[in-house]
C-alpha cells in the first residue's frame, strides 16, 4: 500500500466525498461515547474530563482509521466500522462506570486493536492463509491442550495463560485459529462434501472418510466441555464448525447430525460429570440455590427488572455489585441503567453487525475468504446469542463473553482484528 | 448455493428476536415481581445510600424522619403513638407500613413528585441522595389532645378540617412506638389490642344511631318528609314479628323528626326507613360513600360494608338504627359529617399537604379534591340544625361548648363481641363547621356519656388553639 503525495491529494480534491457514511456514522459515534462515559462517571468527579479523556480517544482513533481508509482509497463496507464502534462506546461507558481505571486499560486495548485492523484490512494476500489452515488448526488445538493443562483457573474454568508477566485468554485466538482451519479445509473439499454418497437410512449421509472431521470436532468439544469445563467455547467451536459446513455444503444433514450428536453429549457429559450437570441444574432452577451457584443469575434477574422500561440511569445501577459484573453481564449492567429501552438498541447493534458481516461475506467472490468471514460473524453472533441467552435464560449460563462489549484485552484485539478481516473481505475485488 | 446463507439470515434474526424477547420478558413482563421480590438486595442496599424523606406534622414538627449514622441511616419517631398506626413503620427487617409504605417511592425519591417535564428530565439524570420529605396536615398539639382524652381507651378518633378534607388529627388506640418494631415485633404483633391495626381507617364498627344522619339526610332528600314532620313514638315497634325497642323503652308520645334525631328515638327512624325504602336508603348511604373504599393512598384503607339488594321491612327498620350487617370506619362517619357540614359537598381525605424536594424552593402542594354533592344545601342544613339539637337538648348534651355551638350525633351501637361501641360524630361551629370529627370507644358503652366528652375536649382544644 503506497502512501504517497498524490494520494493525499487526490483526497484533498475529490476524495473528500469517500466513505461520507462512514464519517457521519462515526461522528454520531464519537458522540455518543463522549456522552455515554461522562454521564456514567459523573458521580466520580471530573465527568467531563473522563469522558473527553476515554470517549475522546476512542473517537479520535476511529476518525484515524477512518482517514486512513481515505487516503487509502480503501472501497470496504462503511457501516461495519461504525457499529463495533458503537459497541466500543458503549463498552466504555460501562467500564466508566464500574471503575475507571478497567475502562482506562480497555481504551488501550481498543486503540492497539484499531491499530491491527488496517494489517488485517489491506493486505491482498490473506486468501493464501488458506494454505495455512493445518498449522493454524494444531497450533489454536495445542493452545488449547496447552491452557487446559497448564492454564490458570478462575471462577472454575481455566481458561487464563500465564507467560511470565502477560496473562492471556487463548480461547479468542483459538476460535480465530479454528475459523481459518475449518473453511480452509470446507472450501478445499466442499465439493466432496456436497455429495453425499452413502445412505443412511432414509438419509444421505457423506463417505466414512468425509465425517472423519465431524467426528473429531466432537470428541474437541467434549474435551473442552469436560476438562476445560468451558461449556460456552464447547458449545460455540462445535456450532461454528456445523454451520460453517452447512453453508458450505448447503446440506441440512450437516445440521441435523451435529445437533444430534452434540446434544447426546451433552447429555452424557451431564449424566457422567456432576460439574457439567450443575450447570444445567443452576439453568433450570436458579432458585435452588440463590446465594450460592444460582447467585449471578438470580441476581442478573433482579437487576434486569429493576431496569424496567427505562433503567436507573448510567451510573445509578447496582449489578456493578455483582461479581464478574466487567466480563460477564455488561448488557445486564445496560439493561439495569439504561432500561430496555437502551438494551434494545445494544442487542440490535450486535444484530446489524452481524447481519452485514453475513451480507458481505456472502457477497465476497473467494470461497476461502467467504467462509472465513461467516466464521468471524458465526463467532460473534454465537458469542451474543449464549452470553445474552444466559442471562435471559434461555440458555444455560455459560461465561462467554459478549465481542467489543465485554471487558478483556485479548477479545478486543482478536475481535477488531477479525473485523479488520471481514472489512478485508468487503472489498470490491477480483479474487484469484 | 444461496440457499443456506439465507437460511442462516433466518437463524440470525430469530436468534435476535428471542434475545429481544427475553430481555421484554425480564424487564417488562416479570418486572413487578421481581422487584418486589423479597430477597431482591437492590431496595436494602438503596436504604444505605438514600437518605429517606423525612414525615412532619403540618406545623414543621417531625413524625418521622432519617437521622445519619455511621456509614447507614435511622428511623427516628417524633409523633404520638396513636398516630403511629396511620403513618405506620419502616423496617429493615419487617417492610414498611401505613404512610411509610404508601409513600415509599417519594420518600426514597424514586418517583418525581411534579408534573413539570423539566424536572422530570433532571430527576432522571440525578441520583438523589435523599427522598422527597412529605408534610402530612396533622397538628400535633391537637392529636395530643385527641389521644389524651381518650384516657386509655381504646378506640379511634378522627378529625377533619370541614372546607377542605384535611385530617388534622388522626388517633388508632392503642398504638405503638415504630422505634421498637425492630426489637419488639413479637411483642407487638401478639399484643391482644393489635396496636399495628388502624382502627380509624380499617376499623370496623357497625355506625349504631350515627347513621339516623344518612336515613334523615334520605328523608329530607325526598322531600315527603320535613324536620316538622310529627309520628308517634309508643317506645316501640314491631316489624315482622321483631320488636325494636327505644333506648330504655321510652315512649315519646307524638314527636316532630327533629325531636328525633335529638333523642334518638329507634322507633321514628325504623318507621322513617321504612317509608323512604330499600331503593332510596342504600342510594344515599353509597352517596355518602359507605360500603367504599375512601379515596385516601395507602393498602390499610378500609371499605366497611353495606348491605346490597332489597331489604325487607324488618332490614330496614334494623339498618336505620345502624345495625343489620352495616359496618362503617371511623374515617367514613367523619366524611359523612363533613359533607354536611360542607353543605352537601364531601371532599377527598387529605393527610398530605405538600411533598418537598431536598433542595429549597422545591415544593409541590397538595389540592383539597371535591367529590361532589351528596346533599343538596337546604338538606345539608336543615340535617346541621337536627344535629345543634342533639346536642343542645338531647343525646350528645355532654359535647356542648360554651360560645361555640357544636352540632353532633351519638350512637350505642350494640355489637357480639361485648359492650356497644360508644360513638360521637359532629361538627362546629355548627352555623358555618370549620372541623368535623367522628370518635369510636371500643366496647365504650353509651356514645352519650362516654364518646360525647371526648368530643368536647377535642373540640375545646382546637377553638382554644384557633383563638390564641
Known amino acids: 500500500m503506497q502512501l504517497s503525495c498524490s494520494s493525499l491529494g487526490r483526497y484533498l480534491s475529490t476524495g473528500y466525498r469517500a466513505r461520507r457514511r462512514e464519517r457521519r456514522l462515526l461522528v454520531l459515534v464519537a458522540v455518543i461515547a463522549v456522552a455515554g462515559v461522562s454521564l456514567s462517571s459523573r458521580f466520580s468527579?471530573?465527568?467531563?474530563?473522563?469522558?473527553?479523556?476515554?470517549?475522546?480517544?476512542?473517537?479520535?482513533?476511529?476518525?484515524?482509521?477512518?482517514?486512513?481508509?481515505?487516503?487509502?482509497?480503501?472501497?470496504?463496507?462503511?457501516?461495519?466500522?461504525?457499529?463495533?464502534?458503537?459497541?466500543?462506546?458503549?463498552?466504555?461507558?460501562?467500564?466508566?462506570?464500574?471503575?475507571?481505571?478497567?475502562?482506562?486499560?480497555?481504551?488501550?486495548?481498543?486503540?492497539?486493536?484499531?491499530?491491527?485492523?488496517?494489517?488485517?484490512?489491506?493486505?491482498?494476500?490473506?486468501?493464501?492463509?488458506?494454505?495455512?489452515?493445518?498449522?493454524?488448526?494444531?497450533?489454536?488445538?495445542?493452545?488449547?491442550?496447552?491452557?487446559?493443562?497448564?492454564?490458570?483457573?478462575?471462577?472454575?474454568?481455566?481458561?487464563?495463560?500465564?507467560?511470565?508477566?502477560?496473562?492471556?485468554?487463548?480461547?479468542?485466538?483459538?476460535?480465530?485459529?479454528?475459523?481459518?482451519?475449518?473453511?480452509?479445509?470446507?472450501?478445499?473439499?466442499?465439493?466432496?462434501?456436497?455429495?453425499?454418497?452413502?445412505?443412511?437410512?432414509?438419509?444421505?449421509?457423506?463417505?466414512?472418510?468425509?465425517?472423519?472431521?465431524?467426528l473429531s470436532m466432537w470428541i474437541l468439544f467434549l474435551f473442552v466441555l469436560v476438562v476445560q469445563r468451558d461449556l460456552g467455547s464447547a458449545i460455540l467451536y462445535y456450532a461454528l464448525f456445523a454451520l460453517l459446513s452447512y453453508a458450505a455444503t448447503g446440506q441440512i444433514v450437516y445440521l441435523v447430525l451435529p445437533a444430534l450428536m452434540g446434544g447426546l453429549g451433552g447429555v452424557l457429559a451431564a449424566s457422567v460429570f456432576p460439574h457439567v450437570a450443575t450447570r444445567f441444574e443452576i439453568w433450570l432452577n436458579p432458585w435452588a440455590s440463590p446465594r450460592g451457584a444460582g447467585y449471578q443469575i438470580v441476581q442478573t434477574m433482579f437487576a434486569l427488572a429493576n431496569g424496567g422500561w427505562l433503567g436507573r440511569g448510567l451510573g445509578q445501577g447496582l449489578a456493578r455489585a455483582i461479581p464478574a459484573s466487567h466480563t460477564d453481564l455488561p448488557l445486564v449492567v445496560i439493561g439495569e441503567e439504561l432500561g430496555f429501552l437502551g438494551l434494545l438498541p445494544c442487542l440490535t447493534a450486535q444484530f446489524l453487525l452481524a447481519a452485514r458481516g453475513l451480507k458481505v461475506s456472502f457477497r465476497c467472490g473467494h470461497g476461502f475468504l467467504r467462509l472465513l468471514g461467516l466464521a468471524v460473524v458465526t463467532g460473534w453472533s454465537l458469542s451474543v446469542f449464549l452470553a445474552a441467552g444466559g442471562l435471559m435464560r434461555l440458555v444455560p449460563l455459560t461465561g462467554l463473553v459478549t465481542p467489543f462489549v465485554s471487558y478483556g484485552g485479548t477479545a478486543m484485539v482478536t475481535n477488531l482484528f477479525s473485523l479488520g478481516l471481514l472489512l478485508n473481505i468487503s472489498r470490491r475485488e477480483i479474487w484469484p | 448455493m444461496r440457499k443456506p446463507w439465507v437460511f442462516l439470515t433466518y437463524i440470525l434474526m430469530a436468534g435476535y428476536l428471542l434475545l429481544a424477547a427475553g430481555a421484554f420478558y425480564w424487564q417488562v413482563g416479570q418486572r413487578e415481581a421481581l422487584v418486589n421480590h423479597p430477597s431482591n438486595p437492590y431496595r436494602l442496599m438503596e436504604h444505605y445510600r438514600v437518605r429517606r424523606g423525612g414525615i412532619f406534622a403540618s406545623g414543621g414538627e417531625v413524625i418521622a424522619e432519617s437521622l445519619e449514622r455511621e456509614n447507614s441511616f435511622e428511623r427516628v419517631f417524633g409523633g404520638t403513638s396513636g398516630l403511629a398506626p396511620t403513618i405506620g413503620y419502616f423496617s429493615r427487617r419487617y417492610g414498611t407500613a401505613g404512610m411509610e409504605k404508601a409513600m415509599d417511592d417519594l420518600l426514597m425519591g424514586r418517583r418525581y413528585p411534579g408534573t413539570s417535564i423539566i424536572g422530570r428530565i433532571r430527576h432522571l439524570l440525578s441520583e438523589p441522595a435523599s427522598g422527597y420529605d412529605v408534610i402530612t396536615s396533622i397538628d400535633l398539639n391537637l392529636q395530643r389532645t385527641v389521644e389524651q382524652a381518650f384516657a386509655g381507651r381504646k378506640g379511634a378518633a378522627v378529625v377533619m378540617e370541614v372546607k377542605t378534607g384535611r385530617i388534622l388529627a388522626i388517633a388508632s388506640l392503642p398504638g405503638f412506638d415504630p422505634e421498637t418494631v425492630d426489637s419488639q415485633w413479637d411483642k407487638i404483633i401478639s399484643d391482644v389490642n393489635s396496636p399495628l391495626y388502624n382502627r380509624a381507617l380499617a376499623g370496623f364498627y357497625p355506625p349504631g344511631s350515627t347513621f339516623k344522619i344518612v336515613v334523615l339526610a334520605a328523608a329530607l332528600a325526598d322531600g315527603e318528609l320535613d324536620l316538622t314532620s310529627t309520628f308517634d313514638d309508643p317506645g316501640t315497634v314491631t316489624v315482622e314479628g321483631h320488636t325494636i325497642a327505644n333506648a330504655g323503652g321510652t315512649a315519646w308520645g307524638p314527636i316532630t323528626l327533629l325531636e328525633a334525631l335529638a333523642v334518638s328515638s329507634n322507633v321514628v327512624f325504623a318507621e322513617t326507613a321504612r317509608k323512604i325504602g330499600s331503593d332510596r336508603l342504600l342510594e344515599m348511604a353509597r352517596a355518602f360513600g359507605l360500603g367504599r373504599r375512601p379515596p385516601l393512598a395507602g393498602d390499610n384503607v378500609g371499605a366497611g360494608r353495606l348491605p346490597a339488594g332489597v331489604l325487607s321491612q324488618l332490614e330496614l327498620a334494623q339498618m336505620a338504627i345502624g345495625q343489620y350487617g352495616l359496618v362503617t370506619t371511623p374515617l367514613q362517619m367523619a366524611m359523612v359529617v363533613q359533607a354536611v357540614a360542607n353543605d352537601g359537598l364531601m371532599m377527598e381525605p387529605m393527610l398530605v399537604d405538600a411533598v418537598k424536594g431536598p433542595g429549597e424552593g422545591s415544593r409541590w402542594a397538595n389540592r383539597p379534591r371535591p367529590m361532589g354533592y351528596v346533599v343538596g344545601v337546604q338538606t345539608a342544613r336543615q340535617i346541621r340544625q337536627a344535629m345543634a339539637e342533639v346536642v343542645t337538648r338531647g343525646t350528645g348534651r355532654s359535647a356542648a361548648l360554651r360560645g361555640i355551638d357544636v352540632g353532633g350525633k351519638t350512637g350505642s351501637a350494640e355489637n357480639p363481641q361485648g359492650r356497644a361501641h360508644a360513638w360521637f360524630v359532629g361538627m362546629a361551629p355548627v352555623d358555618q363547621p370549620a372541623i368535623c370529627l367522628a370518635v369510636v370507644v371500643e366496647h365504650g358503652g353509651s356514645g352519650g356519656s362516654v364518646a360525647a366528652p371526648i368530643a368536647r375536649r377535642i373540640l375545646a382544644a382546637y377553638f382554644e388553639g384557633a383563638g390564641s
Open chain 1, 45 to 214: 468527579g471530573g465527568a467531563w474530563h473522563r469522558g473527553l479523556q476515554l470517549g475522546g480517544s476512542l473517537g479520535i482513533g476511529l476518525f484515524c482509521l477512518h482517514f486512513f481508509f481515505c487516503l487509502a482509497g480503501f472501497s470496504g463496507d462503511e457501516y461495519l466500522l461504525p457499529l463495533c464502534g458503537f459497541l466500543c462506546a458503549l463498552s466504555l461507558t460501562i467500564l466508566a462506570g464500574l471503575s475507571p481505571v478497567t475502562a482506562l486499560r480497555q481504551l488501550y486495548w481498543m486503540l492497539l486493536g484499531l491499530a491491527l485492523i488496517p494489517v488485517a484490512a489491506l493486505p491482498r494476500q490473506w486468501h493464501s492463509l488458506a494454505e495455512y489452515r493445518y498449522l493454524m488448526g494444531i497450533t489454536g488445538l495445542s493452545l488449547l491442550f496447552f491452557t487446559a493443562l497448564f492454564g490458570v483457573e478462575q471462577w472454575g474454568a481455566r481458561l487464563w495463560l500465564e507467560i511470565g508477566p502477560v496473562r492471556f485468554q487463548p480461547g479468542e485466538v483459538v476460535r480465530l485459529g479454528l475459523g481459518v482451519f475449518i473453511a480452509g479445509i470446507l472450501s478445499e473439499n466442499s465439493q466432496l462434501f456436497a455429495h453425499p454418497t452413502a445412505k443412511l437410512g432414509p438419509f444421505s449421509i457423506p463417505e466414512p472418510r468425509h465425517i472423519m472431521p465431524l
